[in-house]
């Protein structure tokens, strides 16, 4: 790949160095007139086309810088209450219950404030569900925070929009009709897709417990409450954690199922085009709209839109234009776990699949079709997990072993679950619930087996930022050189003619 076939791909990473820098340093007036003047000279430029790039990528580091500072500076603007006040609070996700507490996110019914808030335990508030609304007693204390490492839980959930926390006692609340007038419209369509949602898990509630009803859950409609410690130890140990954490595979999969609706026949392709397009936008805004689904969802859209020939060149033009949408929309989403995964997976496969297939060669893959399958989950596999490794040793301090053997298991089973957990929302059948209780309990089954095997995972690694880097550094210079022979490696096993 070069910058021909990727020019978008140089745009995304200043951009993306420029958000970096911006959180360092406050946004200054004089950074206004620098981009302007950027922007002016490099159109007036053209007769010098190597300046004239030089100076656009200077305008995106310096917009990335300026989205990044006033993002800063907005998200430190809130106050705190000296005293406690009566304030209208609008549960916006599931509550999760904790040994002593209730624990949601809650937008403030004045100003569309986000907060986690913490309530006492009991039979009222267990019973709380999304877009509930109560008149508490409380003072919004600043985000508490503890330390692992690097890792700030306050500045994660400031990231996240939380601008404070509250404490709500028992008896110190009580329920009351919402109020929406103050909040923007996203924040009511966030609610309303709450709780559509909150339905459809009643659903799963209804044929499912325990560990199988967590699963399904997070596996279809992201919703990671009822995860026990131990389960996703065990789905991140066994190299399985990306099952439970919606993505372009979900996404991927519910294309799949919907395209046969929806492009089955040619005429009025845009329409069908168009309804699948709102159809996966629904989806991600249904399960709360993470930043790995925003991702695919940009992608697809484009893909949808605008796929000409060369689709796999484009698909790395299409990615750098998903980070370009997703940075200047929220420079947070660059501090965000997912989206730093899902991005180098997504990259590091585009990258590696055509040096995979140049090495087997494509002729003999074409004509070998269950090798083909075999040979595609495996190397998706190797790639993803190439581009993975450094960032997992550094956020979870381990490295899974056995995730080839996981994913030969785990693909197709996320593909029945998925495609079952659907089917039982539309028709909720009892064969159907049946059989999709079964695949998630023997998934589970199987994972925690191959999580306990010896030499499973590597645990312990406490890696910092400038190691994460080099490894990235190393696996690139040892993947260019492996693969520099490629043409006469391919040329080797090429049969020859005569």
């Not at 399904?216 to 954690?241: C, I, N, V």
């Not at 660059?334 to 140049?358: C, N, R, T, W, Y």
Request: proline share 5%; net charge positive.
């Amino acid at each position: 790949m070069t910058i021909r076939t990727a020019p978008l791909l140089p745009v995304a990473v200043s951009l993306l160095a420029g958000t970096a820098t911006g959180f360092c340093f406050p946004a200054a007036p004089w950074q206004w007139p620098l981009l302007a003047m950027l922007v002016v000279i490099a159109a007036l430029g053209r007769r010098w086309p190597l300046a004239q790039s030089a100076l656009l990528l200077a305008a995106m580091a310096t917009l990335g810088m300026l989205l990044a500072g006033q993002k800063e500076m907005e998200a430190q603007r809130w106050g705190y209450d000296a005293h406690e006040r009566k304030t209208e609070l609008i549960v916006a996700s599931e509550p999760a219950e904790k040994p002593r507490s209730v624990a949601f996110d809650a937008l403030q019914a004045s100003d569309g404030r986000l907060l986690k808030c913490y309530m006492a335990k009991d039979s009222l508030s267990l019973r709380l569900k999304p877009g509930d609304a109560l008149l508490a007693h409380s003072r919004i204390r600043p985000l508490s925070d503890f330390r692992d490492g690097s890792f700030s839980y306050a500045r994660y959930l400031m990231e996240h929009g939380f601008s404070g926390r509250c404490w709500v006692g028992r008896g110190q609340w009580a329920a009351c009709k919402p109020t929406l007038q103050s909040l923007s419209v996203t924040d009511r369509s966030r609610l309303r897709f709450l709780r559509w949602r909150h339905e459809l898990l009643g659903r799963y509630h209804a044929v499912a417990t325990g560990d199988a009803y967590a699963v399904m859950a997070a596996m279809t409609l992201g919703d990671k409450t009822t995860l026990s410690p131990a389960l996703r130890q065990a789905y991140a140990a066994s190299g399985a954690a990306h099952v439970l954490a919606l993505s372009g595979l979900h996404l991927g999969i519910l294309y799949f199922m919907l395209s046969f609706l929806f492009l089955g026949r040619r005429r009025a392709a845009w329409l069908a085009q168009a309804l699948l397009v709102v159809a996966l936008w629904a989806f991600v805004l249904l399960v709360g709209m993470p930043v790995s689904m925003v991702r695919s969802a940009v992608m697809l859209t484009m893909l949808l839109l605008f796929a000409r020939r060369g689709l796999q060149q484009a698909s790395v033009n299409v990615l750098c234009l998903a980070a370009i949408v997703l940075l200047v929309a929220n420079p947070f989403a660059l501090h965000d776990v997912g989206f730093q995964l899902s991005f180098a997976s997504v990259l590091s496969i585009l990258l590696l699949m055509p040096k995979f297939e140049a090495l087997i060669g494509r002729e003999w893959l074409q004509h070998h079709r269950w090798a083909r399958v075999l040979f595609g989950c495996l190397a998706v596999s190797v790639a993803a997990q190439v581009g993975t490794a450094p960032l997992v040793a550094y956020y979870f301090h381990q490295l899974p072993l056995c995730f080839l053997l996981t994913n030969l298991v785990v693909m197709p089973a996320a593909y029945l679950v998925l495609c079952g957990s659907l089917l039982l929302l539309l028709l909720p059948w009892p064969p159907v619930a049946q059989a999709v209780v079964w695949v998630v309990e023997m998934l589970n089954s199987l994972l925690s087996c191959l999580a306990a095997m010896p030499g499973a995972t590597i645990s312990g690694l406490r890696l910092n930022a400038i190691q994460a880097v080099l490894c990235y550094v190393v696996i690139i210079t040892v993947m260019e050189w492996a693969f520099f022979r490629k043409n006469r490696l391919a040329g080797f096993r090429r049969p020859s003619n005569k």
